[in-house]
């Protein structure tokens, strides 16, 4: 029964509208593969087995009783612990939430559960979701399964390890400068950061535009199955907007040989390692036949740097200024680092970067007029040990702050264009690799359909193909 957890989301949901499976055997699979290799990951860090079985159970008589299905009905899922569940601790990855118990579900996970899906897991997460590397107070290290001694990435890193092993078919994430992408790249797994709006936020940030709640899953077709159930209206978001939901469950390539692509192995203005970039001159050589056209050429995010910065900043004083001038002791050194750098910018600052941002958005809307995609990589360096907080240099050039080594991910954020991680091999530590798509505003369904269609090209280079993780060797490893 374990196999069932290596069956794609696509293909269990389909098997269980049908009765071949049962809603309460998938998820008895994915709490053996928990309890298997978890241990040495520590990706999953919550587990709701009593709800998740009752829920399972209903999902099973529901299919014997012929009712309606939702798009995600009996799927077991993985919700990154910076969104609330009700009844399931949520901590934030935070000493202050450590015993935090929430009473109702957050808006994405309500949507999720609308769907048919249940809640079985909380996957684990910086403090409030920053850093890029998942590690925090109440729950530690989790682990990257391609080596557990290196680091998964952040801050949607528990969701990477849980799909990427099996855990989960399904789970959640959220992107603000890459945090869903970038452990996507280091895990070997598919994630999308959506335009803003499509998947609605609530809360102190929902006026950003940077911070989004995106699918994670280990194909494309079952990313467009989480999206249906993510994506909706809704008013209290002032950047969502009607959208037809069934549109993103994927079943149909998209001719790539009628698609126009630019490739930059930098954005013209991000650190990225010398052997990074020459893993994606070689990799993208292997399948750029494939489209109408390629160009190699740069988006203009001149100044990207600085204005990120200083945005980023402001949603951290929004955010987090008050726990830290209240319990400083329980906040970590990411929170603080961002806040007390916030209390460095002035109203001119902000609205110099106002400006820019405004810039950098309308100038990649032309550009993206040219093409139908970009494509670039979606780390700038490989996986590394998980002891270390962040990447401090590229190539023995120190970097000037903890988060310029994701610049790569947070270039795309600055233009309001959704991006899609998709793997592409490993690389010459053996770690996976991963490559983003970055396509039209609002053009999901379209940036889905390359990405299939490209997955499948991949999937035919023997050094392309999407990399799988030792669970055998992650089972014998000590807890």
Known sequence: MDELCDLSAVALRRAIGTGEISPVELLEA????????????NAVVALDSAGARTAAEAAEKAVRDGEDLGALHGLPLGIKDLNETAGLRTTYGSPLFADFVPEEDAGVVASLKAAGGIVLAKTNTPEFGAGANTDNAVYGFTSNPFDPEKSCAGSSGGSAVALATGMLPLCNGSDLGGSLRTPAAFCGVVGLRPTPGLVPKRGTLAFSPLSVEGPMARDVADLGLLLSAMARDDAVDPFARPVR?????????????????????????????????????????????????????????????????????????AAHLSKLRATPEQVGPNVTANVELGLTFDAADVAAAGERHSEIYRGFLAFMEEFDLLIAPAASARPFHKGRPFVDAIDGEKLDTYIHWVAISYGITLTGHPSICLPCGVDDDGMPYGIQIVGRRFGEAALLGAALGLEQVLAGIPECRRPLPDLASLAKRPA
């Not at 994915?30 to 990951?41: D, H, T």
């Not at 203009?300 to 004083?317: K, Q």
């Open 30 to 41: 994915c709490e053996a593969r928990v309890a298997l290799v978890n241990p040495a990951l």
């Open 245 to 317: 939901a069934e549109s993103f469950a994927v079943d149909a390539l998209l001719d790539l040989s009628k698609l126009r692509v630019a490739f930059s192995e930098d954005l013209g203005f991000a650190p990225v390692e010398r052997r990074m970039r020459e893993l994606f001159r070689a990799r993208t050589a292997q399948f750029r036949h494939a489209f109408k056209s390629t160009e190699d050429r740069d988006p203009d995010i001149a100044e990207g740097h600085r204005t990120f910065e200083v945005l980023r900043a402001v949603g951290f004083l």
